[in-house]
């Protein structure tokens, strides 16, 4: 994947098809530790201790769609190259937790890519899930929770076509505030 928005694409799609109602996302920049971490947490259906062990293998997958599953093998193989790892802590009926580490400086790292739009696009296509995204800079932090933003919309749709672009737009303008 050419960035690291498209592993959070998938991770997220992961969440959506465990029927999650509630997808969290915690992105973290951290340049004195020289870190990047990407948690992606759901309340889904969550997985078996058999399954969470073999979930980074690309020839398992609980899909009837295809045979392979290569999202999370592809994100760990990233995390790796750049220095990180990526770890899977999930309880069946309770939900998961997938957080990748990577090395922030580290030649190897994919770009982390246009996260307002991968988010935006999770949005519109599941507007009855709620979202929270949380990124960190360094000491600064936005946070934006489709549940306030559903609250402020007053019954406007989160997925109509000009909502999605101006809370993207929002978005990305709010991220380039705490990294200023």
Do not use: W
């Amino acid at each position: 994947m050419n960035d690291l928005a498209l592993h959070i694409l998938d991770l997220i799609q992961n969440a959506v098809y465990a029927q999650a109602t509630l997808i969290t996302l915690v992105i973290t920049e951290n340049r004195d530790d020289d870190r990047l971490v990407i948690a992606i947490t759901d309340n889904g259906c969550g997985m078996t201790p058999e399954q969470t062990a073999q979930a980074t293998d690309p020839y398992t997958t609980s899909r009837l769609t295809r045979k392979v599953g290569l999202g999370l093998p592809l994100c760990k193989q990233s995390a790796e190259q750049s220095g990180g790892s990526l770890s899977l802590v999930s309880a069946a009926g309770v939900g998961t937790t997938v957080t990748a580490t990577f090395g922030l400086q580290h030649i190897d790292r994919p770009p982390l890519g246009d996260t307002a739009n991968a988010l935006m696009l999770s949005v519109a296509a599941n507007p009855h899930i709620d979202f929270v995204y949380i990124h960190r800079y360094n000491r600064r932090q936005y946070t934006f929770d489709t549940r306030e933003v559903r609250a402020a919309l007053d019954g406007l749709p989160l997925h109509n076509p000009q909502t999605v672009q101006l809370l993207t737009t929002m978005i990305r303008e709010r991220l380039k505030e705490i990294r200023t």
